[in-house]
């Protein structure tokens, strides 16, 4: 009994099919993906050193201050996502922008504006 359950097993075995590949992101973040760079999953195994992820400034129609959801401005020279209204800078991290509002500095603009109102 035990051997025909081997064979019974072995069979459904010999004809099992690969399981289907995962199903495709949506449109918007293929487009997103491709834009940054991002390499397909298969393609990780194959690299073995990856370039540096930049941000990609479409993004700013999407994302805005977690404090005052107002719109971001990217600043290139010091990779930062800055908010005028509120003086402070989101850094961009492997081309991922960090929006914990812990995270974030204060931009020489808002320290000046301090100095002013305190004297």
Request: proline fraction near 14%; include cysteine.
């Amino acid at each position: 009994m035990l051997s025909a359950a081997c064979r019974g097993i072995a069979s459904v075995l010999r004809g099992a099919r690969a399981p289907p590949p995962p199903p495709l992101p949506p449109p918007f973040l293929r487009r997103c993906l491709r834009a940054t760079g991002s390499p397909s999953l298969a393609g990780r195994s194959e690299r073995a050193e990856e370039p540096p992820r930049t941000f990609d400034p479409a993004l700013l129609e999407f994302l805005v201050c977690p404090l005052s959801k107002k719109p971001l401005r990217y600043e290139a020279s010091t990779n930062e996502l800055i908010n005028e209204e509120l003086g402070i800078a989101y850094p961009i991290i492997d081309g991922i922008p960090n929006m914990i509002p812990q995270a974030a500095r204060t931009t020489h603009q808002n320290k000046k504006q301090e100095e002013t109102e305190q004297h």
